[in-house]
């Protein structure tokens, strides 16, 4: 199993750019979940979904869309780069009982200038 | 979901035990507690998780008092590999609040 696959995993935008970060999961997992993860701090929740077509947000979420229109993919969108969105961003996935853990992708490193 | 509270940092020797203790304050009836590890430049990796007692699985176990305000997590004989940031969490199906983590140094 490939588990947690992001794309890209390095990139550079100029500020008022917009892209798209890539996060699929191969293990049939309800819950996905986007943080991003700030030099010497933790990892701080932007946007999650408990299964397809249903998401919210988490501690962060100004400046991101997404959407999950299948149980394998949820793409995370930044409308409008600013540079204080420089950061690495992991995508995270669960079967979503109770207990269980979280599995991360690699990350995705942005920097925007 | 409420953030815990936990040491900035921690320094060992290899071949050491370390217990790194966690707070949870504001742990909710249905959370359970879970350690995550984290190496530069990856994502963070499940190490274990509980929700009252002790458990233990082939890397650490976990300490949970009866309260469940406290956690320990304790690594048995640790390496230079297990240098590392340690995350502990108060999770509910797979939502989870992460704190800045305890940075685990091992020396040699």
């Known amino acids: 199993n490939a588990g947690v696959t992001q794309t890209p995993k390095f990139q550079v935008l100029k500020t008022g750019q917009s892209m798209t970060l890539q996060c699929a999961q191969d293990?049939?997992?309800?819950?996905m979940s986007w943080y991003r993860q700030d030099p010497g701090m933790g990892l701080r929740l932007i946007h999650y979904?408990?299964?397809?077509?249903?998401?919210d947000q988490g501690e962060v979420p100004n400046g991101y869309n997404v959407s999950r229109s299948t149980t394998e993919d949820f793409p995370l969108r930044l409308l409008s780069a600013a540079p204080s969105q420089t950061s690495v961003y992991f995508c995270?996935?669960?079967?979503?009982?109770?207990?269980?853990?979280?599995?991360f992708g690699q990350g995705t490193r942005l920097t925007v200038v | 979901l409420a953030k815990t509270t936990q040491p900035i940092s921690m320094d060992s020797y290899e071949g050491q035990e370390v217990n790194i203790t966690c707070s949870h304050n504001n742990i909710a009836t249905n959370d359970y507690i879970t350690w995550y590890q984290q190496f530069p430049s990856q994502g963070p990796r499940f190490i274990i998780q509980?929700?009252?007692t002790k458990v233990t699985n082939e890397v650490a176990s976990l300490f949970i008092p009866a309260d469940r305000k406290s956690s320990t997590l304790s690594l048995p004989r640790v390496s230079l590999s297990d240098t590392a940031v340690y995350y502990c969490?108060?999770?509910?199906?797979?939502?989870?609040?992460f704190g800045d983590g305890t940075t685990l140094t091992v020396k040699p």
């Open positions: 979904s408990v299964g397809a077509g249903i998401t």
């Open positions: 969490l108060d999770t509910n199906a797979g939502k989870s609040t």
């Open positions: 293990m049939n997992h309800e819950y």
């Open positions: 509980g929700y009252k």
């Open positions: 995270a996935s669960s079967t979503g009982d109770r207990a269980n853990e979280a599995f």
